[in-house]
């Protein structure tokens, strides 16, 4: 028999055999929250690739443009990316066939000091085949888990999302919060020069004057603050798409946008369903079952097949050579590792359940501070505001009429900062909350009202 077609017929099956063949990791869909914005997964480069330059915003910036920018530049997100491509690195990899084995063994060398005359050489190559449908099954495994490394980015996503979101606020919140020290500097300067008016004239003890030109300094140092808590804030938010200065000049966004009724709790209930914390043990439950089907079918030992041609040196003549190798499942049947799968099942089932039960616990606390903020909000600028402007308009005038004394006026000043700076805290805790839900549930809020607002300017 030719040895080239034999050889040829030995190795074109095995190699067929080797085929790839892997099942396709499938990445989750973004969460309606931040679906229509770009992110990072799409650009993360090759092993070796360089980075896209960060395009640093500058200028008047809008929350959706910060949003852009944390979400295609932020370093921690783009790490994530990179879980995915691993994935499916490692998906591919689990497809894979053992390799062939090629073995050359000469017996009889030298026989009666013949040398090769005597030989017999033998070419064998043996391939190893999985049984029980571990290739496959292996294959789903690795796919399922890149399926859970691209809903461990969707996690990542969102939480770049809402700390970008709740930096924005912070940055909103330190703006008024500067605009209101602006605003008492100037009162209490107005109300110094009302007092030492009143001194000059000797209708007020110049001990007044001391009191109020002490009221001018520290509100300028109220001011400072404000001014370094800005800046800091600023910063925050420049972080969020990995710069280390703020160069935007300042935001444009409505602090004082807020719904005229929040939902129900019971409607925020029922969107749990959109979270990635959920779908993501959804996902590790289908990992655990597939794990515990693969350790099952592992119970079936692998073949070893091996064929070859032998030479007989001797005569001249080739002989066809085969044979296969079997383990005998005697002491390891792959029971431990099944017996392990099957308590891993199980804690992802527990896992799951718990996780559910810590959403909605959370979900709970934030609706809680969110309807105490939304009463404050209404409140302050309804009620406690417009009557604390009236107060101190009516001190500051009847002050300079004679009517109330100095600390009256600085008394209803104080009175009316505070209850602005209280709604600045407030709307800066009902934003918080809007952020922290729309997290837990995955959808914007105002999708689920009927986006009836409230402003005030």
């Known amino acids: 028999m030719d040895r080239r077609v034999i050889l040829l017929s030995l190795v074109i099956p095995l190699f067929l055999g080797g085929c790839v063949s892997t099942e396709q990791v499938k990445t989750p869909p973004p969460r309606p929250l931040a679906a229509k914005y770009e992110f990072t997964e799409q650009e993360a480069e090759e092993p070796g690739g360089q980075s896209k330059p960060l395009a640093d915003p500058t200028g008047v910036l809008t929350l959706q443009e910060s949003l852009a920018s944390a979400l295609l530049h932020n370093p921690e997100l783009r790490a994530f990316s990179y879980d995915i491509r691993v994935a499916e690195a490692q998906a591919l990899q689990a497809g894979l066939w053992s390799n062939p084995e090629i073995t050359v063994l000469v017996d009889e060398y030298n026989r009666d000091g013949a040398g090769f005359d005597s030989a017999e050489t033998s070419i064998l190559l043996s391939q190893q085949f999985e049984l029980g449908g571990q290739r496959r099954k292996r294959s789903r495994v690795a796919a399922i888990q890149g399926e859970i490394a691209g809903w461990d980015y969707e996690r990542k996503r969102l939480d770049v999302f809402t700390e970008t979101t709740l930096a924005f606020i912070d940055v909103l919140a330190a703006t008024r919060r500067l605009e209101i020290a602006e605003t008492l500097v100037a009162?209490?300067?107005?109300?110094?020069?009302?007092?030492?008016?009143?001194?000059?004239?000797?209708?007020?003890?110049?001990?007044?004057?001391?009191?109020?030109?002490?009221?001018?300094?520290?509100?300028?140092?109220?001011?400072?603050?404000?001014?370094?808590?800005?800046?800091?804030?600023?910063?925050?938010?420049?972080?969020?798409?990995?710069?280390?200065?703020?160069?935007?000049?300042?935001?444009?966004?409505?602090?004082?946008?807020?719904?005229?009724?929040i939902p129900e709790r019971e409607q925020l209930e029922q969107q749990l369903a959109s979270n990635p914390e959920l779908e993501r043990y959804n996902a590790e439950l289908r990992?655990?079952?597939?794990?515990?089907?693969?350790?099952?079918?592992?119970?079936?030992?692998?073949?070893?097949?091996?064929?070859?041609?032998?030479?007989?040196?001797?005569?001249?003549?080739?002989?066809?050579?085969f044979g296969i190798g079997v383990p005998l499942p005697?002491?390891?049947?792959?029971?431990?590792?099944?017996?392990?799968?099957?308590?891993?099942l199980a804690k992802a089932e527990a896992g799951q359940i718990s996780a559910k039960n810590k959403l909605i616990v959370e979900l709970d606390r934030q609706y809680g501070e969110l309807s105490r903020a939304h009463r404050r909000v209404l409140i302050l600028r309804s009620k406690m505001i417009p009557a604390m402007e009236e107060a101190y308009t009516m001190a500051h005038e009847g002050y300079q009429e004679g009517k109330f004394d100095?600390?009256?006026?600085?008394?209803?000043?104080?009175?009316?900062?505070?209850?602005?700076?209280?709604l600045i805290d407030a709307l800066a805790d009902y934003h918080t909350s809007v952020a922290a839900i729309q997290r837990i549930i995955g959808i914007n809020l105002e999708d689920l009202t009927e986006k009836d607002l409230e402003n005030v300017e």
Not at 205 to 214: N, S
Not at 288 to 300: D, F, G, H, I, W
Not at 330 to 344: D, P, T, V, W
């Open 187 to 261: 009162l209490a300067v107005k109300s110094n020069e009302a007092v030492v008016e009143r001194v000059n004239v000797g209708k007020e003890v110049p001990l007044q004057a001391t009191k109020t030109t002490a009221e001018v300094e520290f509100a300028r140092l109220k001011k400072m603050e404000a001014e370094s808590e800005l800046e800091t804030a600023r910063k925050g938010l420049a972080s969020k798409w990995g710069a280390d200065t703020a160069r935007f000049q300042s935001l444009s966004g409505n602090l004082d946008r807020v719904l005229k009724s």
């Open 287 to 321: 990992l655990k079952n597939a794990s515990l089907s693969l350790e099952n079918s592992r119970k079936v030992p692998d073949i070893e097949a091996a064929i070859g041609v032998k030479r007989f040196e001797s005569d001249g003549t080739d002989a066809l050579s």
């Open 330 to 344: 005697l002491f390891n049947r792959n029971q431990g590792n099944i017996a392990a799968s099957n308590y891993e």
């Open 406 to 422: 100095v600390l009256d006026m600085l008394d209803a000043q104080r009175s009316l900062m505070k209850s602005k700076g209280d």
